[in-house]
């Protein structure tokens, strides 16, 4: 049962990281790979400032502002400086990588007893259950701490996916899906459609961000390699959630996106408990991203080839 | 209303691609008024429409629209005082929106696009109104993407988002040559409605011979990027078919043209 409260904390965590990226990747369709860098980002400033003596609140949205300022930089190479896109986003991503060492000042920043967001739905849970350190959930008994960061990471995703949906069907919502679905009808309707790419890759990359802080402070540490392959993790979920309940409709979209990545995550569990050797893990994402990409493909060819055999028949 | 002096563009300039796209145009459109853009391929006509539309920055000259100097204005921003339809009719609308969505877009063409809610149901009670005038059935679809539409039907979509906001001008790229014979006619119709009950001024680049003579009350006729007629009020009004192919000829004479492109304007307006 730890496992699948587990499983589902990460996979809700990881839910601000696969929305952020539905944004650049769904919305305004930006292959961006900054997202490597923002995680870590985002996790490095959180670690670094709870660290000393921060507001773990305040430190998580410190590190949302510096994943959107991170985003903005890639959006600007793109449109500004005329960079490729991926090129853009590798930049970044690079650079990046320095600017994480920098702040933390070594490779890996240890969170071990200090406050999270989820402290005051700890203090809550405890009191509920008059200071018991365990919970009795269809059975189990769950740490106290477990259920809060579960319940904390399930808040926050709810929070920012009602959000995500409202802000998507406002006006300026509306602009930013038609910016990738078509430019040359969103500069005839008058809208600046640089400055879009700009503001959704720092929405998408503040995030991500989020999701590298409420990370970090979900395992305990910040590392500057944990943002390694997160861009094809957060792929990876936004395939699973699209295969999983389409993807006609915002709500439906997010909704699949989030569900896409906590089922991803459980999966990935499971089969580390089988017995997938942990170092296999990014080989076996990349992997099952291809598969997911060109399968519809396949598909659709073996489909036509037996078409084609019946009406030779 | 649209006042451009001295334009000229040249494409890849001082390469063997080296293109003349405008040669110094001069032309006034009058408010209210409806021109038609005739010439061969590669004429200049589109180019034209896409100077004042801001798709490039000209080479020299100025355009002045509705007492706006936008020469140097960025697309985007032009987009204010322009409503666009373009030859492609996927060009216009966003496929996997809604029309809906679409619409309420072109309903802030050139304003804010603020933090509220977008397709409200007063908004979509708006749209709905206006939509059944296209006698489409279309006003019971607003929540599909427009994606599942024709290109007749989203063509005449484009057009109704063209003119929503009342523009300054409205610029007509060939918008019913990449339909088929039904749907073209059926949106000509709609844009001689629209224009006339709207009072538009509008610029319309055509191929079809009989589209020119039939909808505007001025004909422009462009060769390798000038101006080598143009029919005006009762001039306009005279004007046939023959008479278009007979200027084509006299142009052929004084050598502006030769045979091939004579040959192929045969072919096309014909």
């Known amino acids: 049962m730890n496992l699948v409260i587990g499983a589902f904390t990460i996979g809700l965590i990881l839910s601000l990281l696969s929305l952020g990226m539905l944004i650049s990747f769904r919305m305004i369709r930006f292959t961006d790979i900054t997202v490597d860098g923002s995680l870590t980002l985002g996790a490095a400033i959180t670690a670094v400032l709870i660290a000393a003596g921060w507001s773990p609140l305040l430190a998580t949205m410190v590190a949302f502002v510096a994943g959107m300022l991170a985003g903005s930089v890639t959006g600007l190479l793109y449109t500004r400086f005329k960079i490729q896109e991926i090129l853009s986003g590798i930049l970044v991503m690079t650079a990046l990588y320095s600017v994480n060492l920098r702040i933390m000042g070594r490779s890996n920043v240890p969170l071990l007893d200090t406050a999270t967001v989820s402290l005051p739905l700890q203090h809550l849970l405890s009191q509920m259950t008059d200071g018991e350190r365990y919970i009795l959930l269809f059975g189990w008994q769950v740490p106290v701490v477990d259920m809060a960061a579960f319940l904390s990471s399930l808040l ?12 998507l069907q406002t006006h300026f919502g509306t602009v930013l899906r ?55 993790w957060g792929l990876a979920s936004i395939i699973i959630g699209e295969a999983l309940v389409g993807k006609s409709g915002i709500g439906i979209a997010i909704a699949g996106t989030i569900f896409g990545t906590i089922l ?48 030779h028949a | 209303m649209l006042e451009i002096k001295g334009l000229i563009k040249t494409f890849f300039p001082h390469t063997i691609n080296e293109v003349k796209a405008l040669r110094d145009i001069d032309l006034t ?31 020299s000259g100025s355009i002045l629209l509705a007492g706006q100097p936008i020469t140097f204005w960025p697309e985007f921003q032009r987009a204010k005082l322009i409503g666009r339809v373009f030859q492609n009719p996927f060009a216009g609308t966003a496929a996997e929106m809604t029309i809906a969505e679409n619409i309420v877009m072109a309903m802030r063409r050139g304003l804010s696009h603020p933090l509220s809610k977008a397709v409200t149901s007063k908004a979509r009670a708006e749209i709905k109104e206006r939509v059944s005038v296209l006698k489409m059935g279309l006003e019971d679809r607003l929540d599909n993407p427009i994606g599942t539409l024709s290109g007749g039907q989203r063509q005449a979509l484009t057009l109704l ?22 749907s073209a006619a059926k949106v000509a119709e709609l844009t001689k409605y629209i224009v006339d009950k709207e009072k538009l001024t509008a610029m319309m680049v055509t191929h079809s011979m ?53 040959t192929l304007l045969r072919e096309q307006y014909v």
């Open chain 2, 161 to 182: 988002m063209a003119t929503w906001l009342k523009p300054k001008i409205l610029l007509l790229d060939e918008h019913t040559a990449a339909l088929d014979p039904k």
């Open chain 1, 178 to 232: 038609a910016t990738g679905n078509n430019v040359q009808m969103v500069r005839a309707q008058g809208i600046n459609n640089n400055m879009m790419v700009v503001f959704s890759l720092a929405l998408s990359n503040g995030l991500v961000a989020l999701s590298g802080a409420l990370l970090a402070q979900y395992q305990g540490f910040a590392d500057v390699q944990m943002g390694i392959g997160m861009m094809v």
């Open chain 1, 156 to 167: 926050l995703c709810a929070v920012f996916a009602w959000m995500l949906s409202r802000f």
């Open chain 2, 210 to 262: 009989q589209q020119a003579v039939d909808l505007p009350d001025r004909i422009v006729m462009m060769h390798k990027g000038k101006i080598v007629a143009d029919y005006q009020k009762e001039h306009k009004q005279r004007v046939r078919i023959p008479d278009l192919l007979a200027t084509f000829d006299r142009v052929q004479k004084k050598e502006l043209f030769d045979e091939s492109v004579a």
């Open chain 1, 264 to 311: 991803f995550r459980l999966l990935i569990a499971i089969a580390l408990r089988w017995g997938l050797n942990p170092n296999d893990l990014k080989l076996v994402t990349a992997l099952f991203v291809f598969l997911a990409l060109v399968a519809p493909r396949w598909f659709k060819f073996v489909h036509v080839k037996i078409n084609k055999k019946s009406k």
């Open chain 2, 29 to 59: 459109i009058q408010e209210g008024s409806f021109t038609a853009i005739i010439g061969t391929n590669g004429s200049g006509k589109s180019t034209l429409l896409n100077a004042i539309a801001g798709t490039f920055i000209p080479d």
